[in-house]
């Protein structure tokens, strides 16, 4: 069984079955589609037992794989893993704390809005600098940095990128608080 043909196959189709989840002490390790597993804490296995889960797998503009989420069904809807795991609220995202799409243990899930979901997120695959938001101002030559907080957009500009960098930082530390990310 699997994911093939349709974007999921949901228990209760036909050709699905749920595969058994492994328990190794306090972890769990939720079998997926694609050769993929899924890692929750084994207390939240009653909350996922007897789905099928899917790999969702997101790629970069290059081919490269972003992440992978495990998927599945519930009454006919789809359902992300970590969002049941986590109980995410409608109109909530649910933040994986380093990243990983299929660590799904409660310590690295948080509730999050959508912009503390992206104050999160990974360096832009279009940055040129190395340094998130940090690039070369076209106009001036130098280093601006920039950074977004509560609908509103900061900037300054530096002529060593190591001071773009650590302004960045000191602001991502002050706004974006618990969700900041330097890289």
């Not at 104050?119 to 106009?139: E, F, H, L, P």
Request: proline share 2%; hydrophobic share 35%; glycine share 10%.
């Amino acid at each position: 069984g699997g994911c093939r043909g349709r974007p999921y196959l949901f228990a209760g189709d036909a050709m699905t079955t749920a595969r058994e989840i492994r328990i190794e002490g306090e972890l769990a390790y939720v079998p997926l589609t694609q050769g993929y597993e899924a890692v929750i804490d084994a207390a939240d296995v009653e909350l996922v037992a007897g789905m099928l889960w899917c790999a969702d797998v997101r790629y970069k503009k290059d081919g490269s794989i972003r992440t992978v989420y495990a998927v599945g069904g519930d009454r006919g809807r789809t359902v992300l893993l970590h969002r049941v795991i986590a109980g995410t609220p409608v109109g909530m995202e649910t933040d994986h704390r380093d990243r990983d799409g299929l660590n799904n243990r409660r310590s690295n899930l948080r509730n999050a809005t959508i912009a503390q979901n992206r104050q999160n997120a990974a360096i832009s695959a279009d940055n040129t600098s190395g340094v998130k938001g940090v690039c070369r101002d076209k106009w001036t030559g130098k280093w601006k940095a920039q950074i977004s907080a509560n609908g509103r957009r900061y900037e300054r500009r530096f002529d060593a990128i190591e001071d773009a960098e650590a302004w960045r930082s000191a602001q991502a530390a002050h706004l974006h608080k618990e969700f900041a990310r330097a890289s």
